[in-house]
């Protein structure tokens, strides 16, 4: 209480006392992972379903059926995803020997062209092993394993999602009983819950079309494992500007290693390019509006600090974390300024005499 009595008469000691706070709630978060990860991901779930849930609830749907029904909903679906996920990879890890001979051979074709070109002997300056088998073979049975151990948590996420559903039901009355009459702290949080549906409903289907086009893309230019390329185009494009790159770079080694054409490869990222471009610098901006948006750098800040903290899942939620967490500094008055920070374009000026904060 005297520490805090004193950071009003010091502008230094505030500072300090704020940055504490800063990396206690960091490595709080860190240390707090194994509980954290299961319910953001049951919180994201929820919030996709919670418009199902009150359809039904509508419709005169008994409480009990109008819970489940969303949680099986999302059982199906996420089965369906981990279980195409664990075949493709299987397959893969038993052609990556087959791939990764390929490569190699390709590897030092390519060098002989160029040393007969140059007359530069390569090999003195670079490398023949850019590219270690045994740890692409180790990557690839991590990630495995890693599928594996998301399973085994998925018990846990649908149990949480389906508790967090029943509370829904009840919640906007505990609410309202705690503010009174304070109607505005109601509309702030309505519209923080709305926003951030908003989002996460407009994000998660320009990722399911954007994987279901890049994987039928790749089953057209003759790749394998066009199942799991659309996969991970669909995960990926969770992360934006890095994601798409990231997802760009199987097919392109593929496309090397089956084909072994520059025009190929070239075509190949040709399509992931137009792809990405069009629902990620033209669809999905004008369907969510700039307010939503992030500047590169806090992209991949965030994808660090929440690898950091949670690990591979939560670099994968690093964006719609991030998001979150700006649409409730955008509607919290006197921290509105972290979310201008945060944001990828400086907000319009307000017309004079307007409230800062409303040129949006």
């Known amino acids: 209480m005297m520490i805090l009595e004193g950071t009003d008469q010091s502008p230094g000691l505030k500072v300090l006392f704020s940055l504490a706070c800063v990396v206690v709630i960091v490595f709080g978060l860190r240390l707090a992972a194994p509980i954290l990860l299961p319910s953001a991901l049951a919180l994201f779930l929820t919030v996709l379903s919670l418009p199902i849930m009150v359809w039904l609830r509508n419709h005169r749907v008994p409480k009990a059926s109008a819970i489940v029904i969303p949680v099986l909903v999302n059982v199906a679906v996420v089965g369906l995803l981990i279980t195409l996920f664990s075949q493709s ?19 030092a074709s390519w060098f002989e062209s160029l040393e007969g070109r140059t007359g530069i002997v390569l090999t003195e300056y670079m490398t023949m092993e850019v590219i270690d088998p045994g740890a692409i073979i180790g990557l690839a049975r991590g ?3 890693r599928i594996a151990q998301f399973v085994s948590m998925t018990f ?8 967090m559903l029943s509370e829904a039901t009840v919640f906007p009355d505990k609410f309202q009983y705690i503010i009174g009459n304070a109607a505005s702290d109601e509309d702030r949080l ?6 951030v549906q908003t989002y996460l409903g407009i994000k998660t289907m320009i990722s399911l079309l954007t994987g279901a086009i890049l994987g039928a893309w790749a089953y057209l230019m003759g790749l394998d494992f066009p199942i799991l ?14 994601g798409s790159i990231l997802a760009a770079i199987p097919a392109l080694l593929l496309s090397i290693i089956l084909v072994g054409t520059v025009g190929h490869a070239v075509v190949v990222s040709l399509g992931y390019v137009v792809v990405n471009t069009l629902f990620g ?5 004008n369907l969510m509006g700039r307010r939503l948006g992030l500047s590169t750098l806090v992209v991949i800040l965030s994808l660090l600090f929440w690898g950091w903290a949670w690990g591979p899942l939560g670099a994968l939620l690093s964006v719609p974390l991030t998001v979150i967490v ?12 972290v979310a201008i920070l945060l944001d990828k374009e400086p907000p319009a000026l307000a017309p004079a005499g307007a409230e800062p904060g409303t040129g949006d």
Request: hydrophobic share 50%; aromatic share 10%.
């Open 89 to 107: 990879l299987s397959e893969l890890q038993r052609e990556l020997p087959r791939y990764l001979n390929t490569l190699t051979q390709l590897q």
């Open 143 to 145: 990630a495995v394993g």
């Open 156 to 163: 846990i996420v649908f149990l949480i999602m389906a508790f």
């Open 190 to 195: 309505t519209k923080v819950v709305t926003e």
């Open 229 to 242: 390329l659309g996969l991970v185009a669909f995960l990926l494009n969770y992360v934006p500007t890095v």
């Open 281 to 285: 610098n033209i669809i999905e901006p």
């Open 326 to 337: 700006k649409i409730w500094l955008e509607n919290t008055t006197d921290l509105r300024w």
